[in-house]
Protein backbone atom coordinates (compact mmCIF):
# COMPACT_ATOMS: atom_id res chain seq x y z
CA UNK A 1 0.00 0.00 0.00
CA UNK A 2 1.43 3.54 -0.94
CA UNK A 3 0.64 5.81 1.92
CA UNK A 4 1.01 9.82 1.36
CA UNK A 5 -0.47 13.26 2.76
CA UNK A 6 -2.33 15.83 0.82
CA UNK A 7 -1.76 19.35 0.88
CA UNK A 8 -4.76 21.27 -0.41
CA UNK A 9 -4.35 24.56 -1.10
CA UNK A 10 -7.23 27.87 -1.28
CA UNK A 11 -8.48 29.44 -3.67
CA UNK A 12 -12.40 30.10 -3.76
CA UNK A 13 -14.40 28.50 -6.26
CA UNK A 14 -10.83 27.55 -8.21
CA UNK A 15 -10.74 24.38 -5.71
CA UNK A 16 -13.16 22.35 -7.81
CA UNK A 17 -9.44 21.54 -9.79
CA UNK A 18 -9.01 20.12 -6.28
CA UNK A 19 -12.03 18.58 -6.29
CA UNK A 20 -11.22 16.70 -10.10
CA UNK A 21 -8.00 15.60 -8.19
CA UNK A 22 -9.45 13.84 -5.26
CA UNK A 23 -11.80 12.22 -7.74
CA UNK A 24 -8.99 10.47 -9.74
CA UNK A 25 -6.54 9.73 -6.78
CA UNK A 26 -9.31 7.66 -4.96
CA UNK A 27 -9.60 5.83 -8.09
CA UNK A 28 -6.71 4.35 -7.17
CA UNK A 29 -7.06 1.34 -4.75
CA UNK A 30 -3.34 0.90 -3.63
CA UNK A 31 -3.02 4.55 -2.52
CA UNK A 32 -3.81 5.30 1.16
CA UNK A 33 -4.63 9.04 2.20
CA UNK A 34 -3.24 8.55 5.96
CA UNK A 35 -2.98 12.98 6.61
CA UNK A 36 -4.71 15.93 4.85
CA UNK A 37 -4.01 19.93 5.84
CA UNK A 38 -6.18 22.11 4.28
CA UNK A 39 -7.10 25.84 3.67
CA UNK A 40 -9.94 27.39 2.53
CA UNK A 41 -11.40 25.71 -0.80
CA UNK A 42 -9.02 22.97 0.49
CA UNK A 43 -10.63 22.85 4.23
CA UNK A 44 -14.10 22.33 2.72
CA UNK A 45 -12.63 19.29 0.35
CA UNK A 46 -10.28 17.68 3.42
CA UNK A 47 -13.59 18.08 5.42
CA UNK A 48 -16.03 16.32 2.37
CA UNK A 49 -12.99 13.54 1.72
CA UNK A 50 -12.55 12.20 5.12
CA UNK A 51 -16.50 12.33 6.25
CA UNK A 52 -17.55 9.96 2.86
CA UNK A 53 -14.42 7.99 3.46
CA UNK A 54 -15.30 7.11 6.90
CA UNK A 55 -18.97 6.21 5.88
CA UNK A 56 -18.32 4.96 2.15
CA UNK A 57 -14.85 4.33 1.42
CA UNK A 58 -13.32 5.48 -1.50
CA UNK A 59 -16.64 5.78 -3.22
CA UNK A 60 -18.07 7.30 -0.55
CA UNK A 61 -15.30 9.66 -0.55
CA UNK A 62 -16.06 10.65 -3.84
CA UNK A 63 -19.49 10.76 -3.80
CA UNK A 64 -19.49 13.36 -1.50
CA UNK A 65 -16.97 15.65 -2.99
CA UNK A 66 -19.42 15.42 -5.64
CA UNK A 67 -22.25 16.64 -3.21
CA UNK A 68 -20.40 19.27 -1.89
CA UNK A 69 -19.57 21.06 -5.45
CA UNK A 70 -23.03 20.46 -6.79
CA UNK A 71 -24.09 22.88 -3.43
CA UNK A 72 -21.50 25.10 -4.79
CA UNK A 73 -22.90 25.19 -8.08
CA UNK A 74 -21.03 22.72 -10.20
CA UNK A 75 -23.67 20.64 -12.45
CA UNK A 76 -22.51 17.21 -11.27
CA UNK A 77 -24.24 14.73 -13.80
CA UNK A 78 -21.08 14.42 -15.90
CA UNK A 79 -23.11 13.81 -19.21
CA UNK A 80 -25.01 17.28 -18.85
CA UNK A 81 -21.29 18.70 -17.35
CA UNK A 82 -19.95 17.92 -20.63
CA UNK A 83 -22.76 19.14 -23.06
CA UNK A 84 -22.29 22.14 -21.23
CA UNK A 85 -18.47 22.49 -21.31
CA UNK A 86 -18.40 21.53 -24.76
CA UNK A 87 -20.48 24.46 -26.49
CA UNK A 88 -19.50 27.00 -23.73
CA UNK A 89 -17.05 29.30 -24.65
CA UNK A 90 -13.61 28.93 -23.83
CA UNK A 91 -11.68 29.29 -19.77
CA UNK A 92 -10.15 32.42 -20.85
CA UNK A 93 -13.53 33.88 -22.58
CA UNK A 94 -15.66 33.15 -19.90
CA UNK A 95 -13.38 34.65 -17.30
CA UNK A 96 -13.32 37.85 -18.94
CA UNK A 97 -16.67 38.26 -19.54
CA UNK A 98 -17.25 37.34 -15.68
CA UNK A 99 -14.59 39.54 -15.20
CA UNK A 100 -16.36 42.75 -16.91
CA UNK A 101 -19.71 41.75 -15.86
CA UNK A 102 -21.89 44.98 -14.54
CA UNK A 103 -22.55 42.85 -11.77
CA UNK A 104 -19.22 41.46 -10.72
CA UNK A 105 -17.96 45.14 -11.01
CA UNK A 106 -20.50 46.17 -8.51
CA UNK A 107 -19.72 43.36 -6.42
CA UNK A 108 -15.77 44.39 -6.84
CA UNK A 109 -16.17 48.16 -6.24
CA UNK A 110 -18.68 47.72 -3.11
CA UNK A 111 -15.90 44.94 -1.50
CA UNK A 112 -12.85 47.68 -2.02
CA UNK A 113 -14.59 50.62 -0.34
CA UNK A 114 -17.05 49.37 2.19
CA UNK A 115 -15.80 47.37 5.21
CA UNK A 116 -18.09 44.04 5.81
CA UNK A 117 -18.74 45.75 9.04
CA UNK A 118 -20.76 48.54 7.33
CA UNK A 119 -23.24 46.10 6.35
CA UNK A 120 -23.49 44.14 9.75
CA UNK A 121 -24.20 40.30 9.85
CA UNK A 122 -26.71 40.96 6.70
CA UNK A 123 -24.14 39.50 4.56
CA UNK A 124 -23.62 35.86 5.46
CA UNK A 125 -20.93 33.55 3.61
CA UNK A 126 -22.74 31.85 1.43
CA UNK A 127 -20.40 28.62 2.56
CA UNK A 128 -22.49 28.42 6.09
CA UNK A 129 -25.27 26.64 4.78
CA UNK A 130 -23.09 23.74 3.04
CA UNK A 131 -20.98 23.59 6.13
CA UNK A 132 -23.27 23.16 8.44
CA UNK A 133 -24.89 20.23 6.84
CA UNK A 134 -21.03 18.44 7.34
CA UNK A 135 -21.25 15.36 9.46
CA UNK A 136 -18.71 16.44 12.30
CA UNK A 137 -18.91 13.37 14.23
CA UNK A 138 -17.24 11.54 11.05
CA UNK A 139 -14.65 14.45 10.51
CA UNK A 140 -13.54 14.82 14.39
CA UNK A 141 -13.47 10.85 14.47
CA UNK A 142 -10.37 9.06 14.35
CA UNK A 143 -11.03 7.10 11.82
CA UNK A 144 -9.81 7.62 8.19
CA UNK A 145 -7.22 10.17 7.54
CA UNK A 146 -6.22 12.53 9.86
CA UNK A 147 -7.75 16.25 8.99
CA UNK A 148 -5.44 19.89 9.38
CA UNK A 149 -8.01 22.70 9.02
CA UNK A 150 -5.80 26.44 8.69
CA UNK A 151 -7.02 30.01 9.57
CA UNK A 152 -5.63 32.94 10.49
CA UNK A 153 -5.55 34.29 13.87
CA UNK A 154 -6.50 38.27 13.39
CA UNK A 155 -4.72 39.60 16.47
CA UNK A 156 -1.71 37.72 16.46
CA UNK A 157 -1.36 36.80 13.12
CA UNK A 158 -0.01 33.62 13.64
CA UNK A 159 -1.64 30.12 12.03
CA UNK A 160 -4.11 28.40 13.91
CA UNK A 161 -4.30 24.93 12.76
CA UNK A 162 -7.71 22.78 14.03
CA UNK A 163 -6.68 19.09 13.95
CA UNK A 164 -10.20 16.28 13.92
CA UNK A 165 -11.71 16.60 17.11
CA UNK A 166 -11.10 21.05 16.97
CA UNK A 167 -12.90 20.79 13.53
CA UNK A 168 -15.99 22.62 13.37
CA UNK A 169 -18.44 24.40 11.42
CA UNK A 170 -16.81 27.32 12.68
CA UNK A 171 -13.11 26.45 12.16
CA UNK A 172 -13.79 25.34 8.12
CA UNK A 173 -16.03 29.44 7.79
CA UNK A 174 -12.54 30.89 9.27
CA UNK A 175 -10.42 29.02 7.36
CA UNK A 176 -12.27 30.59 4.33
CA UNK A 177 -12.70 34.03 5.31
CA UNK A 178 -11.99 36.69 3.18
CA UNK A 179 -11.78 40.10 5.26
CA UNK A 180 -12.98 42.36 2.42
CA UNK A 181 -15.71 40.25 2.40
CA UNK A 182 -17.30 39.10 5.48
CA UNK A 183 -16.86 39.71 9.29
CA UNK A 184 -14.10 37.67 10.95
CA UNK A 185 -15.21 34.13 12.24
CA UNK A 186 -15.37 34.81 16.22
CA UNK A 187 -15.72 31.63 18.59
CA UNK A 188 -14.26 30.27 21.34
CA UNK A 189 -10.71 28.33 20.45
CA UNK A 190 -10.91 24.81 22.21
CA UNK A 191 -7.76 25.11 22.64
CA UNK A 192 -7.10 28.87 24.51
CA UNK A 193 -10.94 28.69 25.81
CA UNK A 194 -10.24 32.23 24.51
CA UNK A 195 -12.54 34.03 22.13
CA UNK A 196 -10.42 34.52 19.48
CA UNK A 197 -11.21 36.35 15.43
CA UNK A 198 -10.00 34.69 12.50
CA UNK A 199 -9.31 35.02 8.88
CA UNK A 200 -8.68 33.09 5.95
CA UNK A 201 -5.93 30.59 6.12
CA UNK A 202 -4.21 31.30 3.01
CA UNK A 203 -2.34 34.20 4.67
CA UNK A 204 -0.32 31.97 7.04
CA UNK A 205 -0.38 28.78 5.63
CA UNK A 206 -1.84 27.68 2.28
CA UNK A 207 -2.12 25.24 3.39
CA UNK A 208 0.34 24.69 6.46
CA UNK A 209 2.98 21.63 5.46
CA UNK A 210 4.39 21.62 9.45
CA UNK A 211 1.54 19.51 10.44
CA UNK A 212 2.24 16.56 8.17
CA UNK A 213 5.98 16.20 9.43
CA UNK A 214 5.46 13.99 12.18
CA UNK A 215 7.28 10.80 12.41
CA UNK A 216 4.31 8.34 12.41
CA UNK A 217 3.14 9.64 8.84
CA UNK A 218 4.28 8.80 5.64
CA UNK A 219 7.53 11.37 4.15
CA UNK A 220 5.42 12.02 1.17
CA UNK A 221 3.37 15.26 0.44
CA UNK A 222 1.47 16.11 -2.28
CA UNK A 223 0.58 19.51 -2.49
CA UNK A 224 -2.35 20.36 -4.92
CA UNK A 225 -1.81 23.79 -6.32
CA UNK A 226 -4.77 26.06 -7.68
CA UNK A 227 -2.52 29.73 -6.77
CA UNK A 228 -0.15 29.79 -10.10
CA UNK A 229 3.30 30.17 -8.82
CA UNK A 230 4.19 32.22 -12.38
CA UNK A 231 2.29 33.77 -14.14
CA UNK A 232 3.84 35.06 -18.04
CA UNK A 233 2.32 38.42 -18.10
CA UNK A 234 2.42 41.50 -15.66
CA UNK A 235 -0.71 43.06 -14.57
CA UNK A 236 -1.76 45.97 -15.66
CA UNK A 237 -5.20 46.90 -14.69
CA UNK A 238 -6.78 47.23 -11.01
CA UNK A 239 -8.12 43.79 -11.07
CA UNK A 240 -5.25 41.82 -12.41
CA UNK A 241 -3.09 43.69 -9.72
CA UNK A 242 -5.04 42.58 -6.60
CA UNK A 243 -5.41 39.06 -8.64
CA UNK A 244 -1.83 38.79 -8.38
CA UNK A 245 -1.18 39.80 -5.23
CA UNK A 246 -3.41 37.79 -3.67
CA UNK A 247 -1.84 35.13 -5.23
CA UNK A 248 1.86 35.72 -4.12
CA UNK A 249 0.27 36.26 -0.90
CA UNK A 250 -1.50 32.94 -0.96
CA UNK A 251 1.54 30.91 -1.99
CA UNK A 252 4.13 33.15 -0.23
CA UNK A 253 3.91 30.57 3.34
CA UNK A 254 3.77 27.45 1.07
CA UNK A 255 7.03 28.47 -0.38
CA UNK A 256 8.17 29.34 2.91
CA UNK A 257 7.78 25.91 3.64
CA UNK A 258 9.30 24.19 0.79
CA UNK A 259 12.49 26.44 1.01
CA UNK A 260 12.75 24.96 4.40
CA UNK A 261 12.41 21.41 3.45
CA UNK A 262 14.83 21.70 0.63
CA UNK A 263 17.43 23.10 3.13
CA UNK A 264 17.03 20.29 5.55
CA UNK A 265 16.87 18.08 2.52
CA UNK A 266 20.42 19.24 1.70
CA UNK A 267 21.52 19.71 5.52
CA UNK A 268 20.59 15.03 5.49
CA UNK A 269 22.26 14.88 2.35
CA UNK A 270 25.45 16.69 3.02
CA UNK A 271 25.32 14.47 5.88
CA UNK A 272 25.24 17.67 8.39
CA UNK A 273 22.25 15.82 10.44
CA UNK A 274 21.72 12.10 11.26
CA UNK A 275 19.46 10.62 8.62
CA UNK A 276 16.40 9.75 10.52
CA UNK A 277 16.78 12.98 12.80
CA UNK A 278 14.66 15.06 10.98
CA UNK A 279 12.15 14.26 8.67
CA UNK A 280 13.34 13.63 4.62
CA UNK A 281 9.83 14.73 3.47
CA UNK A 282 9.47 13.87 -0.37
CA UNK A 283 7.51 16.58 -2.12
CA UNK A 284 4.95 16.01 -4.77
CA UNK A 285 2.92 19.02 -6.79
CA UNK A 286 -0.25 18.47 -8.54
CA UNK A 287 -1.03 21.87 -10.59
CA UNK A 288 -2.17 23.61 -14.16
CA UNK A 289 -0.63 26.67 -13.79
CA UNK A 290 -1.76 27.71 -18.03
CA UNK A 291 -4.99 26.96 -16.85
CA UNK A 292 -5.28 29.27 -13.54
CA UNK A 293 -3.59 31.73 -15.81
CA UNK A 294 -6.66 31.90 -18.04
CA UNK A 295 -9.06 32.50 -15.17
CA UNK A 296 -8.89 35.13 -12.52
CA UNK A 297 -10.26 36.71 -8.98
CA UNK A 298 -13.73 36.82 -10.60
CA UNK A 299 -13.71 32.70 -11.26
CA UNK A 300 -12.87 32.46 -8.10
CA UNK A 301 -15.34 34.18 -6.32
CA UNK A 302 -18.73 33.43 -8.36
CA UNK A 303 -18.75 29.89 -8.90
CA UNK A 304 -20.07 28.99 -12.48
CA UNK A 305 -21.13 25.24 -13.97
CA UNK A 306 -19.05 25.67 -17.02
CA UNK A 307 -15.80 27.09 -15.37
CA UNK A 308 -16.36 24.69 -11.81
CA UNK A 309 -16.76 21.64 -14.63
CA UNK A 310 -13.45 22.58 -16.57
CA UNK A 311 -12.12 22.88 -13.28
CA UNK A 312 -13.05 19.51 -12.66
CA UNK A 313 -12.38 17.96 -15.82
CA UNK A 314 -8.64 19.58 -15.79
CA UNK A 315 -7.78 18.50 -11.96
CA UNK A 316 -8.82 14.44 -13.18
CA UNK A 317 -6.72 15.15 -16.13
CA UNK A 318 -3.68 16.26 -14.06
CA UNK A 319 -3.80 13.74 -11.95
CA UNK A 320 -3.87 11.15 -14.36
CA UNK A 321 -0.72 12.58 -15.67
CA UNK A 322 0.83 12.75 -12.06
CA UNK A 323 0.05 9.13 -11.94
CA UNK A 324 1.21 7.53 -14.65
CA UNK A 325 4.75 9.60 -14.93
CA UNK A 326 5.04 9.66 -11.18
CA UNK A 327 2.80 6.60 -9.35
CA UNK A 328 6.34 4.61 -9.22
CA UNK A 329 7.84 7.17 -7.17
CA UNK A 330 5.79 7.33 -4.44
CA UNK A 331 7.16 6.68 -1.19
CA UNK A 332 10.05 5.93 -2.99
CA UNK A 333 11.56 9.87 -4.51
CA UNK A 334 10.50 13.07 -4.30
CA UNK A 335 9.30 14.57 -8.23
CA UNK A 336 9.42 18.62 -7.11
CA UNK A 337 12.96 19.87 -8.45
CA UNK A 338 13.63 21.91 -4.97
CA UNK A 339 16.84 23.03 -5.88
CA UNK A 340 15.90 23.95 -9.39
CA UNK A 341 12.77 26.04 -7.80
CA UNK A 342 14.73 28.13 -5.32
CA UNK A 343 17.54 28.67 -7.85
Not at 266 to 290: E, Q, W
Request: aromatic share 8%; charged share 20%; hydrophobic share 45%.
Amino acid sequence: MIRINLALQGGGAHGAFTWGVLSRLLQEDDIEIAAIAGTSAGALNAAALKSGWVTGGRQGAIDNLEWLWGEIGAVTDHRLSDWISSIAPTAHIWANALKYSPAYAAFDITTRLLSPYTYGPAIRNPLEAIVNQFHYDTICGEEGPELYICATNVRSGKVRVFNNSEVSPNAILASACLPNIFQAVEFQDPKTGQTEAYWDGGYTGNPALFPLFEKHLPDDILVVNINPLYRDDVPIDVQGIHNRINEISFNSSLLRELRAIAFVKRLIADGSVPRGAMKNVLVHMIADDSLMNELNVATKTIPTPVVLSRLREAGESAADSFLVQHKSDLNKNGTVDLVEMFS
